[in-house]
């Protein structure tokens, strides 16, 4: 599930594990597909085993197979 909250935050619930993070381009591995998330200044406020807040500038959301 996933919830995008304005330009400046997302919520990522349900997701199996953190590929790849640096301030520019977030992937997260999802059931299906890879979620790839790029901004500016991003970064991961929280994270557990269920979900995950990501906060900074969202340019671009999009899976990938």
């Not at 919520?11 to 993070?21: G, H």
């Not at 890879?34 to 557990?48: A, D, M, S």
């Amino acid at each position: 599930v996933l919830h995008v909250i304005g330009q400046y935050e997302i919520y990522i619930e349900n997701y199996k594990n953190i590929i790849d993070f640096n301030d520019s381009q977030i992937k997260v591995k999802t059931r299906n597909s890879t979620l790839i998330i790029i901004g500016k200044n991003l970064h991961i406020e929280y994270f557990n085993h269920e979900d995950m807040k990501i906060k900074g500038r969202i340019q671009d959301i999009h899976f990938q197979m």
